[in-house]
């Protein structure tokens, strides 16, 4: 059975052309994995379409209203669910919890807003809280694109070619290695004559002393990491 994976948005038209683009546009259209984007104003109860409101004690900014939220995961949630709010302080997303997610019959995505969202939304209807990274977005409807990206790449039949689940960023806790193309000599720069060479074993070598020397410069944290690594 295909992952179905329903996103909860005030901003539902972000989304769209994401969801009909490049890798997951062709995926999503091949029925490798299915998504539906859901306007939560759908669920507000008042003529305004009302979803958010001033905090409690005061501050800048607006919360996520329980009301509409409560609803909305009451229609679309099932005993399978898995139910993420998308928000700066929840676990980093990684490649290994991609993965995870993408092992999942159905993901509820929850688009966090502005100041964020009614902490009892939280309580009781959110099973994980995830981040991509340590910055603040004006809501979590690209965090939830970006979740989305993420876990595709490990659905069977969603990449074209397997090998670049393994020869990419962090998936050795390394960034990723130079690649060039067609031409060789271009305005005086020279591809390296390691990837002529045909020497698969040398090309190998080569990529991974350049990884080393990329994570070194960049991530020098992911180092101690890959002590013990082949």
């Given at each position: 059975m295909a992952l179905h994976i329903d996103v909860l948005t005030l901003f539902p038209r972000m989304l769209e052309g994401f969801l009909s683009e490049s890798i997951v546009g062709k995926a999503v259209e091949r029925g490798l994995f299915t998504v539906?984007?859901?306007?939560?104003?759908?669920?507000?109860?008042?003529?305004?379409?009302?979803?958010?409101?001033?905090?409690?004690?005061?501050?800048?900014?607006m919360v996520l209203k329980p009301e509409p939220v409560f609803a909305a995961f009451e229609q679309v949630?099932?005993?399978?669910?898995?139910?993420?709010?998308?928000?700066?302080?929840?676990?980093?997303?990684?490649?290994g919890l991609a993965e995870s997610l993408s092992h999942e019959q159905h993901l509820v995505l929850l688009s966090g807003h502005y100041e964020g969202i009614d902490q009892r939304i939280r309580d009781r209807l959110i099973d994980q809280e995830i981040s991509i990274g340590d910055y603040v977005l004006t809501n979590g409807t690209l965090p939830a694109a970006v979740v989305i990206d993420a876990l595709s790449r490990f659905i069977p039949g969603v990449l074209g070619e397997e090998k670049s689940l393994t020869h990419e960023s962090f998936t050795n806790k390394l960034l990723d290695f130079p690649q060039y193309t067609r031409p060789a000599e271009f305005r005086g720069m020279s591809v390296p004559e390691v990837l002529l060479s045909g020497n698969h074993a040398e090309i190998e070598k080569w990529r991974r002393a350049r990884q080393e020397e990329k994570t070194r410069q960049v991530r020098p944290d992911l180092l101690s990491l890959t002590k013990g690594q082949p």
């Open positions: 539906k984007v859901h306007d939560l104003r759908q669920w507000a109860t008042d003529r305004h379409r009302t979803a958010d409101d001033r905090p409690f004690g005061g501050g800048a900014g949630q099932r005993p399978e669910s898995k139910r993420i709010y998308l928000t700066p302080d929840g676990v980093p997303l990684s490649p």
